[in-house]
């Protein structure tokens, strides 16, 4: 037993090291495949060159998709986190029957399929009579995004000292104005990790995009039809590699805005910890 224990340490520090190079090595190739001479994704390299960098501000439907995804995006992240900012503070701040069904209610995205996720919201948005464009995958990306929202700002609401709200309020300012003045800046990390993550999440979302879009593609969708085409190949790579490279910078201020956070209010619990 003492000879188990001995070694167990080693053994898990080994397995997590094979599982994080099953789960990363095939998005290593990505950046390494960009920068080839050839079309062909294989090794060894036929050269070295940026040349498929370059082309990418030279198509205009890449440009058009580009600027369809950040609307999306800074959309869909302004309405997810306001959404999640009253749904965090209701159930940390408030207790009434139904609060954890209402949570679970809340959270069931993260679990649901997300094509039958999709499916339904196409559904939903035939029968309500409106055209599918931009909008409706607003609508969708908010749905998806709000869970991410809502565990980010629970961490940042769940250990804040209700005291403040108190003595704000025995100082004669009101519950909006405490929320507003006292509350909110507390939370700010929170709120910024929110809007990042729920971007990100949205930049790179495809399943409900590729169901709700209309005639107005975003990235994902446009990378997914380029890949019909083998010439097309080498430029997906590249914006492959420049999208990883700006979900991996956002992800990580996320996560360091979501420590100072939960730094701020006592509190260590959330979607990263």
């Known amino acids: 037993m003492t000879a188990i224990r001995r070694y167990l340490p080693s053994w898990l520090s080994s397995y997590a090291a094979l599982y994080i190079l099953f789960l990363y090595l095939p998005v290593i190739f990505l950046p390494i495949f960009s920068i080839n001479t050839a079309a062909t994704p294989k090794f060894p390299l036929s050269g070295v060159t940026l040349h498929w960098y370059e082309d990418l501000p030279r198509t205009p439907a890449l440009i058009d998709a580009t600027w369809n995804s950040l609307l999306v995006g800074v959309s869909a992240s302004i309405l997810s986190t306001v959404l999640g900012i009253l749904a965090a503070r209701s159930i940390t701040r408030y207790r009434y029957p139904g609060r954890r069904t209402i949570n679970g209610l809340i959270m069931a995205p993260l679990v649901l399929p997300e094509v039958i996720v999709a499916i339904s919201m196409l559904l939903v948005m035939l029968q309500l009579g409106l055209s599918l464009s931009l909008f409706t995958v607003v609508l969708g990306h908010v749905l998806v995004c709000i869970p991410y929202s809502m565990t980010v700002l629970t961490s940042g609401f769940e250990g804040f000292d209700r005291s403040l709200d108190e ?60 890949l019909r085409f083998a010439a097309k190949l080498p430029g997906v790579l590249a914006l492959g590699t420049l999208l990883l490279f700006a979900s991996f910078v956002l992800m990580t201020v996320a996560e360091i805005l979501r420590r100072r956070a939960a730094r701020r209010t006592q509190n260590e619990g959330g979607l990263y910890a």
């Not at 990390?189 to 990100?200: D, E, H, K, Q």
């Open 167 to 226: 003595a704000s309020a025995d100082l004669g300012e009101s519950a909006f104005g405490t929320f507003r003045r006292v509350t909110l800046p507390m939370v700010a990390p929170a709120i910024i990790s929110s809007l990042l993550v729920c971007f990100t999440i949205s930049l790179d979302e495809f399943i409900i995009a590729f169901f709700l879009t209309g005639t107005e593609a975003t990235l994902p969708i446009y990378i997914w039809g380029q």
